[in-house]
Nanobody
Framework: QVQLVESGGGLVQAGGSLRLYCAAS????????MGWFRQSPGKEREFVAA???????DYTDSVKGRFTISRDNAKNTVILQMNNLKLEDTAVYYC?????????????????????WGQGTQVTVSS
């Protein structure tokens, strides 16, 4: 069983930066693909970024060039660096882990491919 804990959210002005962290425990972290999703009020949860066990990355179009996902396997941590934040980035951000079973540690944009989820961290971008 994998446990995920997000941190690093907060309030930031538009154009600013935040760094989100997701600490994993209870599993073989290095074999899991990791993802970030977000949910804004009144909207469904959506894919933001993902990183495979080998370090390949994928981003939704709206954050390309502004967000960077990375992982530190020694610290069992995945990081989401968010730059040039926009009002529409305001959401609760969730970290998720995808089991290597049948996936070989590859990324996915689909929530149902991720078996483990954190509780979320709030990111609020103000004008």
């Amino acid at each position: 069983q994998v446990q995920l804990v997000e941190s690093g959210g907060g309030l930031v002005q538009a154009g600013g930066s935040l760094r989100l962290y997701c600490a994993a425990s209870g599993g073989t972290y290095s074999t899991y693909a990791m993802g970030w999703f977000r949910q804004s009020p009144g909207k469904e949860r959506e894919f933001v970024a993902a990183i495979s066990r080998s370090g390949s990355t994928d981003y939704t179009d709206s954050v390309k060039g502004r967000f960077t996902i990375s992982r530190d396997n020694a610290k069992n941590t995945v990081i989401l660096q968010m730059n040039n934040l926009k009002l529409e980035d305001t959401a609760v951000y969730y970290c998720a882990a995808r089991s290597p079973f049948r996936s070989s540690g590859s990324t996915s944009r689909f929530q149902y491919d991720y078996a483990y989820w954190g509780q979320g961290t709030q990111v609020t971008v103000s004008s």
